[in-house]
T-cell receptor, first 116, second 113 residues
Framework: SQQGEEDPQALSIQEGENATMNCSYK?????LQWYRQNSGRGLVHLIL?????REKHSGRLRVTLDTSKKSSSLLITASRAADTASYFC????????????????FGQGTILTVHP | ETGVTQSPTHLIKTRGQQVTLRCSSQ?????VSWYQQALGQGPQFIFQ???????GRGNFPPRFSGLQFPNYSSELNVNALELDDSALYLC????????????FGSGTRLTVV
């Protein structure tokens, strides 16, 4: 079953606009990650935010994490046509004890379309 | 661009057959995970291998099995294929000890007819 739920399911914007995607999850986590997927191909890791962090930036990306609300948001600023893709949030919990990291649990994704 | 390669890219199999998918992890990565992604869905965790031993498993039946080799390559084997096994299978590798996220391959598209 999916842990995360992304909102909205689809987002259509014009080039230059900002795109915001939200993710909610159900259990306690070690970290939350955002990935991009183009046309059903492999996933590209965008950014990782740990459970003790509240905000993180990488280029045009800004991610926030609110562990009290079990939610995260991904903001893409000044969007480009090349940003058109599906975006997934994925949470990771400790699994198997010790310092091992475990499986990623993905949401169903947000389909972002950026029109030139 | 990606350090993880998967083969084959596409595969068509008949129900009841067996299939082996292959993955070459990024050099130095000691962890490999496999995911199944049905059309329109997010990836679902199948299992993870760390230093050649299974390190966690998702809700998949035993006919899904795997191997990790010392040269960082790995295999996903699926026996007694069912129509619902049709999906994109993704391999991902990482360094478990210094974790910065997973590097995914481009996937194998499996169609079961």
């Amino acid at each position: 079953s999916q842990q995360g739920e992304e909102d909205p399911q689809a987002l259509s914007i014009q080039e230059g606009e900002n795109a915001t995607m939200n993710c909610s999850y159900k259990t306690s986590i070690n970290n939350l990650q955002w990935y991009r997927q183009n046309s059903g191909r492999g996933l590209v890791h965008l950014i990782l935010i740990r459970s003790n962090e509240r905000e993180k930036h990488s280029g045009r990306l800004r991610v926030t994490l609110d562990t009290s609300k079990k939610s995260s948001s991904l903001l893409i600023t000044a969007s480009r046509a090349a940003d058109t893709a599906s975006y997934f949030c994925a949470t990771e919990r400790s699994y198997g004890g010790g310092t091992s990291y475990g499986k990623l649990t993905f949401g169903q994704g947000t389909i972002l379309t950026v029109h030139p | 661009e990606t350090g993880v390669t998967q083969s084959p890219t596409h595969l068509i199999k008949t129900r009841g057959q067996q299939v082996t998918l292959r993955c070459s992890s990024q050099s130095g990565h000691n962890t490999v995970s496999w995911y199944q992604q049905a059309l329109g869905q997010g990836p679902q965790f199948i299992f993870q291998y760390y230093r050649e031993e299974e390190n966690g498993r998702g809700n998949f039946p035993p006919r899904f099995s795997g191997l990790q080799f010392p040269n960082y390559s790995s295999e996903l084997n699926v026996n007694a294929l069912e129509l619902d096994d049709s999906a994109l299978y993704l391999c991902a590798s990482s360094l478990l000890d210094r974790f910065y996220g997973y590097t995914f391959g481009s996937g194998t598209r499996l169609t079961v007819v």
